[in-house]
């Protein structure tokens, strides 16, 4: 009877063993399949990401370089402006020379009179004082910095521009001071308005914002601004500082003035040494690249779930 029971029970357990040897069997092949779809999904996955990836990389690189082109389109009409300007500005120099008083008062009232935006020019003495203007205003407009112009002369040796804002008269103005060799200069106040007849030439969409600034990061011109903001330092702001000492460059940055963060491509003017800015709101510009990229995303995820 003991031989007997021994003998059931490990035809028992051989029967439990064979059991669970073939239901392991059929998970090992189960467990195999699903490594196999998962070695095969996950690396498919993997690449397709990374190219996606690398696509996104490439169309934002694009993009930027698109919206720095427009920057240099920018720059070379505000640059041609400003050479227009700067030309008349040579032929007073040249009768100022001459010292023929009665030629050059005639051709100062000749740019008044056919330059509806050129507010008033002078003849600025050694000192300071006025030695001849011509206005289209019932009195010169007062001189707002007359030492920081002076020294910028003395530095630059050349054409100076910069802003002015004229509180309690809610006007912007160009400025435009031109040295004489025997030690006077030319100042041209220009009303910052016509820039912007300037800019409308290259028909950019509304969404854009276009801006000037002068060599100390003075705002010159900007697309929709207010008084209040023309006066604002942005001197401290990575808007300015990511040019550096390069001639193009693009920046996303949160704007100073309407605390908008856009992409901007900005350009060097080497004649005024003058920066012109062009920028356009992040998601106008990226988000069909971005849309784009996360429906491919969320795709190649699906597709993973379902191949598992």
């Not at 100062?108 to 004082?129: A, K």
Request: glycine share 6%; with cysteine.
């Amino acid at each position: 009877p003991a031989l007997r029971g021994s003998r059931a029970k490990n035809v028992i357990l051989l029967r439990l063993q064979a059991g669970f040897l073939r239901g392991g069997a059929r998970l090992s092949i189960r467990g195999r399949l699903l490594w196999l779809t998962i070695g095969l999904a996950v690396p498919l996955v993997l690449v397709g990401f990374f190219n996606l990836w690398e696509a996104w990389q490439a169309s934002r690189a694009q993009l930027n370089q698109s919206i720095e082109r427009q920057a240099e389109l920018a720059a070379t009409a505000f640059e041609q402006w400003i050479e227009a300007q700067t030309q008349t500005l040579k032929t007073v120099s040249t009768l100022a020379a001459s010292e023929n008083k009665a030629s050059l008062r005639d051709y100062l009232n000749s740019i008044i009179e056919t330059r509806p935006h050129w507010l008033d020019i002078q003849i600025i003495g050694q000192s300071g004082n006025i030695e001849l203007s011509q206005t289209v205003r019932q009195k010169p407009l007062p001189i707002v910095s007359i030492e920081s112009i002076r020294d910028e002369i003395k530095a630059k040796h050349s054409l100076v521009v910069i802003s002015e804002q004229l509180s309690g008269q809610n006007l912007r103005l160009l400025s435009l001071a031109m040295p004489l060799a025997d030690g006077r200069f030319i100042l041209a106040r220009i009303d910052g308005e016509s820039a912007s007849e300037v800019f409308h030439q290259l028909e950019l969409p509304k969404e854009y914002i276009i801006a000037v600034f002068d060599p100390n990061f003075r705002l010159l011109y900007r697309s929709n601004v207010s008084p209040e903001q023309m006066s604002l330092d942005v001197s401290d702001t990575s808007l300015l500082s990511a040019l550096g000492a390069k001639q193009t460059g693009t920046v996303e940055v949160e704007s100073p003035y309407d605390k908008i963060t856009r992409i901007y491509g900005l350009a060097r003017i080497e004649a005024a040494n003058c920066v012109v800015v062009v920028g356009v709101p992040s998601e106008s510009l990226y988000a069909p690249a971005k849309a784009q990229y996360w429906r491919q995303l969320w795709i190649g995820s699906l597709i993973a779930v379902l191949a598992g």
